[in-house]
């Protein structure tokens, strides 16, 4: 079963664009899913995203993993026609064009169902399938923006602040995988498939934890707090005597009461405030002033050595030059290499979690353009001349 991957059997069609969508892909076929991804025969935007080695990009190493490439113009009717016999015989779609684009290619769930009851209809986009927002354009940014993110980080006196990477949009893709599997599952017992409609907005809306109902119970707006937090303190970053940070966290009340005795200022524990989290946010001045000296003193290694020691919560804030040196990270084999064709060995994440029976697998690293057309259009009776025909005409 471990050579099969947890996911053997299930057939992907990875239709869509950039991150959200097609990261939920990787992951499923990280995990033993045929993953066959289609793009315009100009490419997929997020192969000349970021940074590249001679030309190659490097995300994409990443992002097409494991994935069979193919190229195929939708908007010609040759390749509605094949998109069609590649979902008949496919599990999950994954799309993420804005809501009425695949039903003017006459590619809509409707169409496709027709030939495929059981098929999965993932659909990721940045406002969903209804509302007035619904035909926005639908990048992360808006997402962070619009969910409330960028509004409760930064510092109080700052602007908002949005991340420097794709929050929205990997939080996204975690959130498509659980419902395309959550389909699939709902699918082995009714045996019909369904649309997941997935708005880039709400799931990192959902993860910004109590907002809605603390705003409708107590008409609290959260604002922006550095590094603090309101439900608990000592939580800050703080610098070490070599020029280092360090993060440390409160959550517990044992916790905190065993950081204070550390830096020397046990008489705090006795104080009524310092008894509830939400309280010692209140005096979080007076307790990052205490943690922040006794820290200040010492060095990076110096002070994860004497939290560990006493049972405390502490963590060095790493740049990725720290991660891949890291000996948690070696053990557990968080960072991989892959052999790629183009570029030799590279590094990247390795799977998300660890599976005692059925692993996940890299097998291969994002191929080149067009690099499975053959495999996968021979498959659907096209050959090798017919396939020439097709590409002269910019169908694939």
Not at 372 to 386: A, F
Request: proline share 6%; hydrophobic share 40%.
């Amino acid at each position: 079963m471990a050579e099969y991957g947890a996911l053997g059997g299930i057939k992907v069609i990875d239709a869509a664009n950039l991150f959200a969508g097609p990261l939920a892909a990787t992951i499923l076929g990280d995990f033993g899913a045929e993953v066959i991804k289609v793009e315009h025969p100009r490419g997929d935007p997020s192969r000349t995203h970021g940074h590249a080695k001679d030309g190659v990009g490097l995300w994409w190493k990443m992002l097409g993993r494991n994935k069979k490439c193919v190229t195929l113009n939708l908007g010609k009717p040759e390749g509605q026609e094949i998109f069609k016999r590649l979902a008949a015989e496919a599990d999950v779609v994954i799309e993420s064009f804005r809501p009425g684009t695949f039903e003017r290619w006459n590619l809509g769930y409707e169409e496709l169902k027709a030939d495929n009851p059981g098929l999965v209809f993932a659909r990721v986009t940045g406002f969903g399938q209804y509302g007035p927002y619904k035909n926005r354009p639908g990048f992360g940014t808006l997402a962070e923006s619009m969910s409330g993110f960028a509004h409760v980080t930064g510092q109080p006196d700052g602007p908002p602040t949005l991340p420097p990477f794709g929050l929205a949009d990997g939080i996204a893709a975690l959130a498509a995988v659980c419902a395309v599997l959550t389909a699939l599952r709902a699918r082995d017992a009714t045996r019909h498939g369904q649309i997941v409609d997935l708005a880039i907005f709400e799931p990192i809306f959902t993860v910004l934890g109590p907002q809605p109902i603390v705003y409708d119970q107590l008409g609290i707006v959260q604002q922006r707090s550095g590094n603090r937090s309101v439900n608990n303190a000592p939580r800050n970053a703080y610098e070490t005597k070599d020029g280092h940070w360090v993060a440390i966290s409160t959550s517990a009340q044992n916790i905190a009461e065993r950081v204070m005795r550390l830096v020397g200022r046990p008489e705090f524990i006795d104080e009524p405030w310092f008894q509830k989290g939400s309280e010692r946010a209140k005096h979080a001045d007076e307790l990052d002033e205490a943690v922040g000296t006794w820290i200040s003193d010492r060095t990076r290694d110096e002070v994860v050595e004497a939290f560990d020691e006493a049972g405390a919560a502490v963590a060095p804030i790493y740049s990725i030059a720290d991660i891949v040196e890291d000996p948690q990270y070696k053990a557990l084999e968080t960072i991989t290499t892959v052999e790629d064709p183009e570029l030799g060995p590279i590094k990247m994440q390795n799977v998300l979690f660890r599976l005692s029976e059925t692993p996940g697998e890299i097998k291969w690293s994002g191929p080149t353009l067009g690099e499975h057309n053959e495999e996968v259009y021979s498959s659907l009776g096209i050959d090798g001349e017919r396939l020439k025909e097709l590409v002269g005409a910019g169908v694939v």
